[in-house]
């Protein structure tokens, strides 16, 4: 079975800083790596995803991760956050020709000018 | 074009009522999850479709909860004899069904058992 763990329940911080959000995760198989995004009233979105090759993938919005097999962590990274990205983010795994997701607990990332 | 549709929005039931939360897929999307979100909590799996079958209900917490999708298309998750801890925002999502296409997921219906 696979699980994930989000390390901060919540980040706080100023605009335009840089910001890193932590997940590891526990397989015993190969698995694929999600980042999702819940804005407030909204649905979760796909941020980006690892399925192999590189292990810096890029998202949308301006966010990448780095897929880090020895350390079993999928951390998720800004160089400069707005106060738009105000949102709930959530790290999945998925065993790999799976379709069911694991979820972490999630990280509230707030923004304050 | 249109998301994921899930209806109501919000339901708040009795204990011990039945319940049928709706979910309706983007066109033409085959594969069909539910999800459960408890307060301060990631989503967790519940039940996957594929087509009208049910492909893994491994997550269905019990008896009392059950998903149909007779035609493929719009799917309903229903849970009989309500408990407060059923109490969650139930998430559905539908994607192409091929291999590593993304989830799109709905709004959610936010379920309150008083």
């Known amino acids: 079975a696979q699980s994930v763990t989000q390390l901060d329940s919540q980040v706080p911080v100023f605009e335009e800083a840089p910001v890193e959000l932590r997940c590891n995760y526990s397989s015993s198989v190969s698995v694929y790596l999600f980042w999702y995004v819940q804005y407030p009233n909204q649905g979760l979105q796909l941020l980006l995803k690892y399925l192999s090759g590189s292990t810096l993938v890029k998202g949308i919005n301006g966010f990448e991760a780095e897929f880090n097999k020895s350390q079993t962590s999928f951390h998720l990274r800004k160089p400069s956050v707005h106060i738009s990205d105000t949102a709930e983010y959530f790290c999945a795994v998925s065993r790999q020709g799976a379709q069911k997701l694991v979820f972490g607990q999630g990280t509230r990332l707030t923004i304050n000018p | 074009g249109a998301g994921v549709s899930q209806t109501p929005s919000n339901k708040v039931t009795e204990k011990g009522k039945y319940v049928e939360l709706r979910c309706d897929p983007i066109?033409?999307?085959?594969?069909l999850y539910w999800y459960r979100q408890s307060l301060g909590q990631g989503p967790e799996f519940l039940i996957y479709f594929q087509g009208t079958g049910a492909a893994d209900d491994s997550g269905l917490p019990n008896d009392r909860f059950f998903a149909v999708r007779p035609e493929g298309s719009v799917s309903t998750l229903k849970i009989q004899r309500t408990e407060r801890g059923d109490s969650a925002v139930y998430l559905c999502a539908s994607s192409s069904g091929l291999h590593n296409s993304p989830l799109h997921f709905g709004n959610g219906t936010r379920l309150t058992v008083t």
């Open positions: 066109s033409g999307h085959t594969a």
